[in-house]
């Protein structure tokens, strides 16, 4: 089982970046997918997830408006397009698999199974 994030770096406050995150061997069609962060000092967060199927999708309040969770089950992927970037939405952003296969979505970080190895957003003020 492999969670491969990509897409981080640094943006200056107001602009956008789109996270991905590439899945190998979990059965990812099947699976409800999450994104989480973790910023200096701090707890590991919940930020968004999607249902198995895309048609159901869950956010943070604090991140709701701004942020796009999505994924092509066709590709192994799950995306988070973040816009309106601000300086403290910087962290490391981590993407996850829930652990159980069609089931409901959660926010809920002990749900999630499989984890990748976390991608640094930075956002300058």
């Known amino acids: 089982v492999q969670l491969q994030a990509s897409g981080g770096g640094l943006v200056q406050a107001g602009g956008s970046l789109r996270l991905s995150c590439a899945a190998s061997?979990?059965?990812?069609?099947?699976?409800?997918m999450g994104w989480f962060r973790q910023a200096p000092g701090k707890d590991r967060e919940f930020v968004a997830a999607?249902?198995?199927?895309?048609?159901?999708?869950l956010y943070a309040d604090s991140v709701k408006g701004r942020f796009t969770i999505s994924r092509d089950n066709a590709k192994n992927t799950v995306y988070l397009q973040m816009n309106s970037l601000k300086p403290e939405d910087t962290a490391v952003y981590y993407c996850a698999a829930q652990r159980s296969l069609v089931g409901i979505t959660t926010t809920t970080a002990h749900e999630y199974a499989y984890w990748g190895q976390g991608t640094l957003v930075t956002v300058s003020s």
């Open positions: 999607i249902s198995w199927s895309g048609g159901s999708t």
């Open positions: 061997g979990v059965t990812f069609s099947k699976r409800n």
